[in-house]
């Protein structure tokens, strides 16, 4: 698979319009704490139907995929939402649908593709890695759906960008959650083809850094990836098709601890009653800790916390 390129300001409206009455234009609210400072706007993602920005995604690939293709059954590899997403689309059109997660994948997402009817196959997270990296899975029966290394799955992320502009015309930088880089390279397909001045920045939690490590050394570097909560962003590396895309339409990265991001968690919840996981709410994070020129939206990318983490981090304590 070659490098991707980034999609058109009229494929991304044409997604847009494909993906009405399946995707919400999710609200886009001001972030409120008590003294009511900085201006940050909260791009609510986690409102989507299975609680992700994901069914964009996967949305736009199924609904651009032969169904022949489709009936020969699909499967992906997910940490919880491209799998969410998966499972949702693959019910909706009535085919088979495996999900490969690694072993630190939250048990609450588990359920919740099980709920759907799809198997989970857990795998130990090298292994999970190298199937995301390879493509796919020797062997394995179906579609492979990629969630990142895909040109319909990137476009059908950009409608984020799409909406973002419509409702905050103004807006100085985007913050956005960095796990694979498809979310951010889509809004910032968008964004840049409408509003070119604007900042899209990664942010990425302490516990794997691999965007802010391949823009130091100029090339995808390898870095450690440590499990936690935040488990819906960060890996060991850019993907190698990502990269030139990321290099092009990304202004920066910014990187937030562990303890920052639970604090999000909590703030988002106390001061807006927003429900974000972890990898949801590194973007408030990184902006509440590096601010930027504004008005600042931040993407809330997702909002499938388990329960047992949110009454911990709600409790004072990391999960």
């Given amino acids: 698979m070659g490098p991707l390129e980034a999609p058109g300001i009229e494929a991304i409206r044409a997604a847009a319009s494909r993906l009405r009455g399946l995707a919400l234009h999710s609200p ?13 706007y909260l791009k609510l993602e986690n409102l989507q139907p299975v609680g992700a920005f994901k069914i964009r995604s996967m949305g736009n690939i199924f609904l651009t995929t032969e169904p022949e293709v489709l009936q020969r059954g699909v499967y992906t590899a997910s940490s919880g939402n491209a799998g969410y997403g ?20 939250p048990a609450g997402k ?18 999970w890695w190298e199937i995301i ?4 899975v020797d062997g394995e029966e179906g579609l492979f759906v990629d969630a990142v290394c895909d040109s319909a799955a990137l476009t059908g992320n950009a409608t984020v960008g799409l909406e973002i502009i ?9 913050v956005v959650p960095f796990g694979g880089g498809g979310l951010g390279c889509g809004i910032a397909a968008a964004v840049k083809a409408l509003k070119p001045d604007t900042r899209i920045v990664g942010a990425e939690c302490e516990t794997a850094t691999p965007l802010t490590a391949a823009l130091a050394a100029g090339h995808p570097v390898d870095v450690e990836h440590r499990p936690s909560f935040v488990s819906g962003i960060g890996a060991t590396c850019v993907l190698d098709e990502m990269w030139p895309l990321v290099r092009q339409l990304l202004d920066g990265s910014l990187i937030a601890s562990l303890a920052a991001v639970a604090d999000a968690v ?6 807006n009653r927003v429900v974000a996981e972890g990898g949801g709410a590194t973007a408030l994070a990184a902006a509440l800790a590096a601010p930027a020129d504004g008005p600042v939206v931040c993407v809330i990318s997702g909002g499938n916390i388990d329960k047992e983490h949110m009454c911990a981090i709600l409790q004072g304590r990391l999960p």
Wanted: net charge neutral; with cysteine; hydrophobic share 40%.
């Fill in 28 to 40: 886009l609210i001001r972030f409120n704490p008590p003294d009511g400072s900085p201006e940050i």
């Fill in 86 to 105: 998966m499972a949702w689309m693959a019910r909706r059109v009535g085919v088979p649908a495996t999900v490969y997660v690694p072993e630190s994948a």
């Fill in 110 to 127: 588990c359920e919740a593709i099980r709920r759907l009817g799809a198997q989970i196959r857990t795998v130990p997270y090298p292994q």
């Fill in 133 to 136: 990296r390879n493509h796919g």
């Fill in 166 to 174: 419509e409702d905050l015309p103004d807006v100085g930088t985007i």
């Fill in 266 to 271: 909590r703030m988002l919840f106390e001061y």
